[in-house]
């Protein structure tokens, strides 16, 4: 059964750090790889989908937010199909459910393109 598994979420304080994990098991190589991108996104109560990071699985080049880019590192696992978020000097603004992506483009920001997303993971900064 293919699916996308997130981890890594929980409850931190401001200041904090956590290191999300991503895993796309059970997909085809060319699946994961058929627009090179993976990628992470957030969506807090009552807000749109908001566009963190991606890399290219290919290249390992990356975009980031500008919200998030001095803050959150984006990373290949040495397995293709899994890739990271570490997330440094959180802000209780962070607070969202994160969720990854695969099979979509690196230009496309708005994640219409990712075709396998996972059911995500919690993260909550108190101040």
């Known amino acids: 059964q293919p699916q996308v598994v997130e981890s890594g979420g929980g409850s931190v304080h401001t200041g904090g750090s956590l290191r999300l994990s991503c895993e796309a098991s059970?997909?085809?190589?060319?699946?994961?790889?058929?627009?090179?991108?993976m990628g992470w996104w957030r969506r807090a109560p009552g807000m749109e989908r908001e566009a963190l990071a991606r890399?290219?699985?290919?290249?390992?080049?990356?975009d980031y937010a500008d919200s998030v880019k001095d803050r959150f590192t984006i990373s290949r696992g040495n397995e293709k199909n899994t890739v990271y978020l570490q997330m440094n000097s959180l802000k209780p603004e962070d607070t969202a459910m994160y969720y990854c992506?695969?099979?979509?483009?690196?230009?496309?920001?708005?994640?219409?393109?990712?075709?396998?997303w996972g059911q995500g993971t919690q993260v909550t900064v108190s101040s």
């Open positions: 992506a695969v099979g979509g483009y690196c230009y496309d920001a708005g994640g219409f393109s990712y075709t396998s």
């Open positions: 059970g997909y085809t190589y060319s699946h994961i790889h058929s627009s090179n991108c």
């Open positions: 890399i290219n699985l290919l290249d390992g080049s990356v």
